[in-house]
């Protein structure tokens, strides 16, 4: 077991099974050091967590919790391209989606759910850049979305 997932573990957590693809799509690329996922929802045992837009049908509390959830899927896609999480040797971006009632604008703390998994899993390699974006809607009716990008030692 990798260092990552050990911290992981030390949360509760293990990283699940990678998230089949619900359309004409990888869930994970890597172009030379580069690691991309595809967007990756709240998805717990082939479900998603819930439904709904957030300040409407989901609070902002549940919807960060589901955006560590996003987080934890873009870990398992990135470990089942890579192999050993600890090669990861820097998480470079992260972007955040949150379905969102029109008056709703605490985003970015919806997207912290992702951010802080992050820095708990990789460290300080976890610290990163990241956008939160606001959407009226998402697939399936997901409250959150969240890609990410990292670099991988050669």
């Known amino acids: 077991m990798s260092a990552v ?33 595809s967007g990756q929802l709240p998805m717990v045992d082939g479900s998603l967590a819930a439904t709904g837009k957030v300040g409407a049908q989901v609070d902002a509390e549940t919807a960060k919790s589901l955006a560590e959830t996003c987080a934890l899927n873009a870990i398992a896609a990135i470990k089942s391209e890579v192999g050993d999480l600890d090669t990861v040797s820097r998480v470079v971006k992260v972007v955040g989606f949150v379905a969102s009632d029109p ?15 992050l820095v708990k899993a990789f460290g300080d390699k976890g610290i990163h850049a990241r956008s939160a974006v606001g959407v009226s809607a998402l697939p399936l009716d997901a409250p959150v979305e969240v890609e990410v990008i990292v670099s991988v030692a050669r």
Do not use: K
């Open 103 to 117: 008056g709703f604008t605490g985003q970015p703390g919806v997207i912290n759910g992702a951010s802080e998994l």
């Open 5 to 37: 997932e050990d911290r992981l573990s030390e949360l509760g957590l293990t990283v699940p099974e990678v998230v089949p693809p619900v359309a004409a799509y990888v869930p994970v690329l890597r172009e030379g050091d580069l690691v991309f996922t």
